[in-house]
């Protein structure tokens, strides 16, 4: 039997071992962290489940490829159970005016006509893009190349109708695109809660695909993806080393001969796949493998940048029923890494069972850190105190804010746990921090990579970093599209088989 490595236990590693066992190919899952999940994971602190990920999973509408993947790897088994839906995805208040991101686009359109008539061409003209972009699919049944001439034009024709809407807004950034308006609450629908350089494509697409119904919240938050992958791997037979990582391959005869780890061991493997963060991947394999188009990606912060986050929970002294599942709101401005911000981005887990001790809460606040304030919390890193410091400050800013903002929860508030860019590069090698891959920018166009590496046949690389803006169904596809590729590449099976 075909004996197959994959180094990285993050949702992509997990998708391809398990195609890979259902395809009859012994697999072994090398993951450096002491459990797999990667960006999609929790943890306990002071009796509180801290999630680490998921705010919205794309693939919960059995109208869309994705489901299917999802159902296979068996994230959704019970969909009434498992999904929880709500009926709007994100409220944004403005000096007390508040408008939502609403499932039902009609009860939107007529929200924002109301707080904003001076804007009601661009609230039309945005409900019938969101209406429009609800047609996009991501191609999750076979990697592009395999799939065919009948399934291409399938795609194609399904998304005949947004082409004329992608080729008009392609070239508008988050903000750009909200300056059509004039209302400020207008402005902060368009930019939500990413950063505002993404284009506005995203914005449309996100909205589109919560309005159909396709992109909601596990039951239970990312443990129950990473768990359900995880014991579906298991069961088919996958085999799981923790606290394993990588330190370098050995190459020969232009194939992987050799992993080696830094405690010391190796394996040696027919086949390889690499579902780490890529620029983990190329340090294992080494940058001269690197193809034009990711160097171009790497070097390029304009056309290419990255992001990630700071992310502060904390628990509440009582329930949180009446804080939104997602709130912005603005504030007086503080400062981070020189930056000034004037939002606030709550997430409340009120309706996730556990997430807090009994009659207590939880919320989660993310703040956005660009690419060039990476470095910053790198240098600061080398001082802990400096870094405790500064991670305390910013907290009780935020603290102020929320108690201003919520003054039912004054003197309930507990600080639980924080990360910074450097927390998720420290646990999981992120670069620059980010838990996404590159941005989707207007300045070029949208990086799908085939994850084939010139120079090494027994390799395929899997993982978010391989299609912008990465995210979990990225990922989800991209560990499926490994497997299939390899199978393809040394007629490993007959005939792929997508269920168990
Ligand atoms: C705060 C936050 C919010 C998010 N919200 C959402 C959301 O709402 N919706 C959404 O779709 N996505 C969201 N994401 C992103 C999502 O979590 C990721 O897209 C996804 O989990 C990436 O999976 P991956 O397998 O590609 O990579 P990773 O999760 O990065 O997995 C890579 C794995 O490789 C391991 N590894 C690294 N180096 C080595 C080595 N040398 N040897 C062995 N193993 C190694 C790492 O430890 C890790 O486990 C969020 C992430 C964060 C952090």
């Not at 072994?28 to 943890?43: A, D, L, M, P, R």
Request: glycine share 6%; charged share 25%.
């Amino acid at each position: 039997m075909a004996k197959l490595a994959i180094i990285g236990g993050g949702i992509s590693g997990l998708a391809a071992g398990i195609y890979a066992q259902m395809n009859g190919i012994e697999s072994e899952i090398f993951e450096s962290h002491s459990v797999v999940g990667g960006q999609c994971t929790s943890w306990k602190r002071k009796g509180f489940h801290i999630d680490n990920c998921v705010h919205w999973m794309t693939g919960t509408s059995p109208q869309k490829e994705i489901y299917k993947v999802w159902q296979e790897v068996g994230v959704i088994q019970d969909p009434e159970k498992d999904i929880i839906r709500h009926d709007y995805f994100l409220q944004v208040d403005i000096d007390g005016v508040k408008a939502h991101v609403w499932r039902d686009l009609e009860k939107m359109r007529q929200e924002l006509l109301s707080i904003a008539p001076e804007d009601h061409k661009e609230i039309n003209n945005l409900i019938k893009l969101i209406k429009k972009f609800q047609a996009i699919e991501l191609p999750s049944m076979f990697p592009q190349e395999q799939m065919g001439f009948c399934r291409n034009m399938k795609m194609l024709f399904k998304m005949l109708k947004v082409i004329p809407a992608f080729a008009k807004y392609k070239k508008l950034t988050l903000e750009e695109y909200a300056k059509l308006s004039k209302s400020p609450i207008i402005h902060q629908i368009i930019y939500n809660y990413v950063p505002k350089q993404f284009y506005v494509i995203s914005a449309f697409y996100m909205y589109a695909m919560f309005s159909m119904g396709n992109a909601d919240l596990p039951r239970g938050g990312s443990d129950t993806i990473t768990n359900r992958m995880r014991d579906k791997y298991l069961s088919l037979g996958g085999k799981i080393s923790v606290k394993k990582k990588a330190l370098n391959t050995e190459i020969d005869n232009k194939k992987i001969t050799k992993i080696n780890f830094t405690d010391g061991t190796s394996v040696e493997p027919d086949y390889v796949v690499i579902a780490t963060d890529l620029k983990v991947a190329f340090d294992l394999i080494g940058h001269n493998y690197m193809d034009n188009n990711l160097k171009q990606a790497f070097a390029n912060t304009k056309t290419h940048p990255v992001f990630s986050n700071i992310t502060i929970y904390f628990g509440v002294d009582c329930p949180t029923n009446d804080i939104p599942t997602m709130e912005i709101f603005n504030c007086e401005p503080y400062k981070i890494v020189d930056r000034e911000h004037n939002v606030v981005i709550v997430n409340n887990y009120a309706d996730q069972p556990g997430f807090a001790p009994e009659g207590k809460g939880i919320i989660q606040i993310l703040m956005v850190q660009h690419d060039d304030e990476y470095q910053y919390w790198e240098n600061l890193y080398k001082d802990p105190e400096a870094y405790k410091a500064e991670k305390q400050r910013i907290a009780s800013e935020i603290q102020q804010r929320l108690e201003k903002h919520y003054p039912q929860y004054q003197g309930k508030l507990s600080l639980v746990e924080i990360c910074t860019p450097k927390s998720f590069n420290r646990y999981l090698g992120s670069y620059k921090g980010s838990y996404m891959g590159f941005i989707q920018t207007p300045y070029a166009p949208k990086l799908v990579h085939h994850g084939n590496v010139e120079g090494i046949d027994n390799l395929c690389l899997a993982g978010q970093w391989l299609q912008t803006p990465g995210g979990l169904p990225n990922a989800l596809v991209t560990g499926k599209f490994a497997i299939q590729r390899l199978i393809k590449r040394f007629h490993l099976a007959d005939k792929f088989r997508q269920t168990n």
